[in-house]
């Protein structure tokens, strides 16, 4: 059981129990069960989750009074990143495929954390430059009112430290979207519909093939 004034490293050890990235409840909560929900040294449950609060906020990326080296960033309504969490459990973490009933989840999640982040413009951007055309399979979703419908996807997750940037996104279409955010379809670059003045980062395909890989190659 933990005892003593809240520390750092107790923090950083919540959230690599929760996988690197957590609501800030389930961390609270984390932290509560391995000191047995005893708040001790702290006089009272206020100073206890203002001293835990202050913890984070010190080390959270883009809190303004912070100066030093960041640990953790704000990636969501209340949920919070380890940043330099162990890249390798990360990766074996994300190995598993995800579980068949998790699956809306898996692509929820995704859209959620890259929602928060991106530049509106972008994603207009991205679309006007296709034609709304899907660039993975050439889909082109008409609409009843003759509009085309499209989404835009970040080859690398901005939950995942990807750049909002054109050279990371894509147009594509519902279906080619799910299998993206699932990492269930590799990103070919001989059949992928580049048009000249889209930079594509060679790298970030190379990230969401690797993913692919590491999360499918086992099963089929
Ligand atoms: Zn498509």
Redesign the pocket.
């Known amino acids: 059981m933990k005892t003593g004034s809240l520390t750092l490293e107790e923090l950083v050890e919540a959230f690599g129990a929760l996988g690197g990235e957590a609501d800030w409840g389930d961390i609270r909560n984390q932290i509560a069960v391995a000191r047995q929900h005893s708040i001790k040294p702290y006089k009272t449950k206020v100073s206890y989750e203002g001293s835990l609060l202050q913890l984070l906020y010190q080390r959270c990326d883009g809190f303004r009074k912070y100066k030093g080296d960041a640990k953790f960033e704000k990636v969501g309504d209340s949920r919070y990143r380890l940043l330099d969490f162990d890249v390798q459990s990360r990766v074996s973490r994300e190995a598993k495929p995800p579980e068949l009933g998790n699956l809306e989840d898996v692509v929820r999640r995704s859209r959620e954390r890259n929602e928060f982040k991106r530049n509106p413009e972008l994603v207009v951007r991205i679309k006007t430059m296709y034609g709304s055309q ?6 082109t979703l008409l609409l009843p009112s003759g509009e085309i419908y499209a989404e835009a996807h970040h080859v690398c997750g901005l939950g995942d430290r990807g750049p909002d940037d054109l050279s990371n996104m894509l147009c ?6 799910a299998l993206l955010d699932l990492k269930a379809i590799q990103i070919e670059r001989a059949t992928l519909k580049v048009i000249a003045g889209h930079a594509l980062g060679q790298k970030f395909l190379d990230h969401h093939n690797a993913l692919f890989q590491k999360n499918w190659s086992a099963k089929s």
């Open positions: 899907c660039q993975l399979c050439g889909t594509v279409c519902p279906n080619c979207h």
